[in-house]
Nanobody, 129 residues
Framework: QVQLVESGGDSVQAGGSLRLSCAAS????????MGWFRQAPGKERQAVAT????????DYADSVKGRFTISRDNAKTTVYLQMNSLKPEDTAMYYC??????????????????????WGQGTQVIVSS
């Protein structure tokens, strides 16, 4: 069982920055994909950024490329999302997610069939203009 706890959400002005954290209770001997997803009111959940715990692979939604950076600590138990140049359209509930296992980073690219089995409760980000 994996538990994910997000933190760092807040209300900021457009152009500001936030850093989200996801603390995961996982077995570090298993490599997996982890990711940040978001859902705004009335909209579908979308992937924002993903990362492979066993290597350098990361992937980003086009809407956040160049502004957001996903990273993890060496123990592979905490994943971060650094969000810069925030826009009002970034307003959403942000969720951390993790899969059970991934044999390579290629599984972590968006648009594939990788299943994220574990989800956190979410942290709210509000960006005002």
């Amino acid at each position: 069982q994996v538990q994910l706890v997000e933190s760092g959400g807040d209300s900021v002005q457009a152009g500001g920055s936030l850093r989200l954290s996801c603390a995961a209770s996982v077995y570090t001997n298993r490599n997996r994909c982890m990711g940040w997803f978001r859902q705004a009111p009335g909209k579908e959940r979308q992937a924002v950024a993903t990362i492979y715990t066993g290597g350098p692979t990361t992937d980003y939604a086009d809407s956040v490329k160049g502004r957001f950076t996903i990273s993890r600590d060496n123990a592979k138990t905490t994943v971060y999302l650094q969000m810069n140049s925030l826009k009002p359209e970034d307003t959403a509930m942000y969720y951390c997610a993790a899969g059970r296992f991934a044999s390579s980073g290629s599984w972590c690219y968006m648009g594939g069939t990788y299943e994220y089995s574990y989800w956190g409760q979410g942290t709210q980000v509000i960006v005002s203009s």
